[in-house]
């Protein structure tokens, strides 16, 4: 095997902990403006240990009338949304990867999440991130596994233009499907591990994962890249 979990985790530990706050503060903002933590709820009453759902109609007029008054809004927000993902989050979340990439090797500063903005190929960046946001998207119509599959086969994509802005996008789908060939099960099983970090970040209300398992999942999924990057090479005989 390329790598072990435990090998990958204890680097990334070890590197989270020697630029600690600066690799807080950086997934905070890729977490806020990147990857999100946001989604609908229900909320339900209890009494008397039972759940009390709101009445159908009522609920319905609800909605009916919420649309009515702000649909417009939601229509418009969405938009802006979409288009902030396309030209800004996608950039910024090479940027992430170059920062925690760079923080493997030493401390960086977080300046490093624009580094998207500032390297003079923005345009390749959003235009092959976008593609990969596409693709993984029509491969999710399927069904579910085929854009699971693909999502993993991709995933080196942003890390590659991170490390190459210059890299086509031929190239970039083309490297990352390349390095995660026989690789994608070994990185669900990486992903998988960190599950009950998370549990406990959601019992925590967002604390552990604000001030440990998130960066720490990043400096571990950049750990991940480091290593099929260094594979990729010695195959080619560079």
Not at 85 to 104: A, D, M, Q, Y
Not at 160 to 174: E, G, I, R, S
């Amino acid at each position: 095997m390329l790598w072990t979990r435990s090998q990958l985790k204890w680097q990334a530990k070890n590197a989270f902990k020697k630029n600690y706050w600066r690799c807080v503060l950086a997934a905070l903002i890729l977490g806020l403006l990147v990857y999100g933590a946001g989604g609908a709820r229900l909320n339900v009453d209890v009494k008397n240990g039972q759940m009390l759902l709101p009445d159908p109609e009522r609920a319905a007029r609800m909605i009916q009338t919420f649309l009515q008054r702000f649909g417009g809004f939601l229509a418009a927000g969405s938009f802006l949304g979409i288009i902030l993902g396309i030209f800004v989050f996608s950039v910024l979340e090479v940027g992430g990867c170059r920062f925690f990439i760079e923080n493997g090797f030493g401390p960086v500063s977080v300046d490093r999440l624009l580094h998207g903005f500032r390297n003079g190929n923005y345009w390749n960046i959003v235009a092959t991130q976008f593609f990969r946001g596409l693709f993984t998207f029509l491969w999710s119509l399927l069904f579910i596994i085929p854009g699971i599959v693909k999502a993993y086969q991709y995933r080196m994509i942003p890390y590659l233009l991170a490390d190459d802005p210059k890299l086509t996008q031929d190239a970039a789908f083309a490297i990352s499907k390349e390095m995660m060939t026989g690789q994608k099960w070994d990185a669900f099983v990486l992903d998988l591990s960190f599950i009950g970090w998370n549990i406990l970040s959601a019992a925590s209300f967002g604390l552990v994962g604000l001030f440990w398992s998130n960066p720490y999942q990043h400096a571990t999924n950049a750990e991940l890249y480091n290593a099929l990057k260094t594979e990729y090479f010695r195959r080619r005989g560079a």
